[in-house]
């Protein structure tokens, strides 16, 4: 296992245009996190996943956002009607207890809205 | 509302320097890591410190943790210009909450 997969790498989109992006966790790991992280500013917390089940969302998750993990394997973060506000490098993350609470992160995908 | 707060935020300095980085924070979780990240790049795990008195050491960088103060440090020792990057801290409370990252840039 080569660690956390995240795709695309770069995403280069229109306003008002919906894009969607893929993470592949640890195969191992039952908990994955889903970070937005603009220029300057450290990590902001969107969403977790334990298994298959969507625990937590962030208020800045607005109704644009949606995330899913089925099968509790690989997840995906759509937005929709996309925004320049919108455009960051958006982070995945994966952990599992036991592991010294240890959080692997994905190289990023980087989203512009133009 | 819990809060993470580094300093400094940015620090330039020469090789073979010391110096230290300071994470204060407001919960009161004991878990708090310590991550790097270079220019367009994501986020390189260093140290994962999970208990008070905790300290962790890899090559020149050592990571304390104060759960009663509530502070973690970074201490770095004589500098070398690889260890640019930015460095950020971040408190466990069933999410990471970030500290805003210390921008750090090593002369030769």
């Known amino acids: 296992d080569t660690g956390v997969s995240q795709n695309p790498r770069h995403k280069i989109t229109k306003r008002g245009q919906n894009v969607t992006f893929r993470c592949d966790p640890i195969s191992e790991h039952n908990r994955l996190y889903w970070y937005r992280q603009t220029l300057g500013q450290g990590p902001e917390f969107l969403t977790y996943f334990q298994n298959e089940a969507q625990l937590e969302k962030s208020r800045l998750l607005s109704d644009r956002f949606s995330a899913e993990r089925p099968k509790g394997s690989f997840s995906t973060l759509e937005i929709q009607r996309t925004e320049q506000g919108d455009s960051a490098m958006y982070l995945c993350a994966s952990s599992t207890p036991g592991q010294g609470y240890g959080y692997t992160f994905g190289s990023g995908t980087r989203l512009t809205v133009v | 509302e819990l809060k993470v707060e580094q300093n400094p935020l940015f620090l330039s300095m020469q090789e073979g320097k010391n110096y230290t980085i300071y994470c204060n924070y407001s919960?009161?979780?004991?878990?708090l890591y310590w991550y790097r990240q270079d220019p367009g790049k994501s986020l390189e795990s260093l140290f994962v410190?999970?208990?008070n008195g905790a300290v962790k050491q890899e090559g020149r960088l050592m990571a304390s943790l104060d759960t009663k103060a509530r502070l973690s440090t970074l201490h770095i020792t004589a500098a070398v210009h690889d260890l640019s990057a930015t460095y950020f801290c971040a408190v466990d409370d069933y999410q990471l909450i970030w500290g805003a990252g210390t921008k750090l840039i090593i002369k030769p």
């Open positions: 410190l999970l208990s």
């Open positions: 919960t009161t979780s004991d878990r």
